[in-house]
Structure formats: structure tokens, C-alpha cells
Antibody, heavy 122, light 107 residues
Framework: DVQLVQSGAEVKKPGESLKISCVAS????????IAWVRQMPGKGLEWLGS????????RYRPSFRGQVTISVDKSISTAYLQWNSLQASDTAMYYC???????????????WGQGVVVTVSS | DIVLTQSPVTLSVSPGERATLSCRAS??????LAWYQQKPGQAPRLLIY???TRATGIPARFGGSGSGTEFTLTISSLQSEDFAVYYC?????????FGQGTRVEIK
């Protein structure tokens, strides 16, 4: 069975760095794009970016480029979302999710991780 | 960005009744539209992709239709477990966007 298992909840202070993870299993990790989606408290869903683990080709929503970094470690089937300097406005739930079709970038998302709550507060 | 506008914002429906949710795109997305269900404290669940194809394991009471800029999600006979928030997603280009959601609540 396909599974995406995310790391645990985080509480950070403004200006701190953070890297959250998403471990994939049940399929060939390198062949499907992985996306990150943000959900701010009480709000809707927002796509941050996607990465193709096969060659680390990465696409960012323009408003998030430079604010976060998406990466992968193919050897352990893990995707990451990273911040160098968190802000209070980064407080949200973050989901990793797999693109539906092998190799396809313009695609829906099928399997989702359980989400990571990131709280940034002084 | 392609803007997706969902209507209504909230839909009050009695169990067993039909629910019709709308998603309108600011420009054509062809048939590259998906629908998701999200319950409190849970990740979204894929219901429909390619505008009308049910995802694996999704009951037949969920149906999708439309193309271009107008799309509809129909739940033919609402069950108690269907009360949730529903989002549409366009993936016609790499800069994908979600609608703001429709909350389906018990009438």
C-alpha cells in the first residue's frame, strides 16, 4: 500500500530554521512527483511546490520561491520542506502528497501524508 | 494564476438528499480538475480527477462533470459521513490552484 508518513509537530520561534520530512513507501519513489500543500488555520489549501525525486527537478509557487526549499533523499525515499528563517505567518498545517500519475507534473494529487502542524510563536 | 470560485460557500442538506457543488475557473482548465473531501483533523481525500473519473474506492454516489470553466460535483444521496468541506483543484498547468472550499453541513 502507498503511504506517506510525515514527521511530528513542531513549535519554533521566529527566525529559527526548520526541516520537516515525508517518508514514502509502497511505490517507486523516484517515479512520481511529490508536492507540498499548506493549510493555514481555518483556511483552504495552497500548493507550495513539487519535486521529481528522479532528478530533483523542482517547481515552486512564485510566492514561495526563496521562502522555502523542497528537496529529496532518494536513498531513503524521503522528501523535505525547509525554512531558513521562520515567521509567524508560516504557522500552518503542511501536507506532502503524491502526484497521481507516474512522471506527470500537471496532475492531481492522490495519496496524502497525515500533515505536520508547524507553530511559530515568540 | 487561474482562480477557482466555488459555490455555495456553505450548503445545508438533509441526509439522503442530493447535493450539487459548483467550481468555476477564471480561464479554461480543459478537464484537468479534481475534487477533494476534507473532514476535520484529516488530510484531504481525492474523490474525482479528470473532471469525472472517480478515484479508487470512491462510492458511486459521488459524480463529477464539466469541462473548460464550469464544473460540478454531485453527491446523489448524502450519507452522514459525507458532511465535510469539499475543494476543487485545477492542474491544467504546473501552477495549480485550489478553490476556497464548500462546506456541506447537516440541515
Amino acid at each position: 500500500d502507498v503511504q506517506l508518513v510525515q514527521s511530528g509537530a513542531e513549535v519554533k520561534k521566529p527566525g529559527e530554521s526548520l526541516k520537516i520530512s515525508c517518508v514514502a513507501s509502497g511505490y517507486t519513489f523516484s517515479e512520481y512527483w511529490i508536492a507540498w500543500v499548506r493549510q493555514m488555520p481555518g483556511k483552504g489549501l495552497e500548493w507550495l511546490g513539487s519535486i521529481y525525486p528522479g532528478d530533483s527537478d523542482t517547481r515552486y509557487r512564485p510566492s514561495f520561491r526563496g521562502q522555502v526549499t523542497i528537496s529529496v533523499d532518494k536513498s531513503i525515499s524521503t522528501a523535505y520542506l525547509q525554512w531558513n528563517s521562520l515567521q509567524a505567518s508560516d504557522t500552518a498545517m503542511y501536507y506532502c502528497t503524491r502526484h497521481l500519475t507516474i512522471h506527470m507534473i500537471n496532475d492531481a494529487f492522490d495519496f496524502w501524508g497525515q500533515g505536520v502542524v508547524v507553530t511559530v510563536s515568540s | 494564476d487561474i482562480v477557482l470560485t466555488q459555490s455555495p460557500v456553505t450548503l445545508s442538506v438533509s441526509p439522503g438528499e442530493r447535493a450539487t457543488l459548483s467550481c468555476r475557473a477564471s480561464q479554461s482548465v480543459n478537464s484537468r480538475l479534481a475534487w477533494y473531501q476534507q473532514k476535520p483533523g484529516q488530510a484531504p481525500r481525492l474523490l474525482i480527477y479528470a473532471a469525472s473519473t472517480r478515484a479508487t474506492g470512491i462510492p458511486a454516489r459521488f459524480g463529477g462533470s464539466g469541462s473548460g470553466t464550469e464544473f460540478t460535483l454531485t453527491i446523489s444521496s448524502l450519507q452522514s459521513e459525507d458532511f465535510a468541506v469539499y475543494y476543487c483543484l485545477q492542474y491544467n498547468n504546473w501552477l495549480r490552484t485550489f478553490g476556497q472550499g464548500t462546506r456541506v453541513e447537516i440541515k
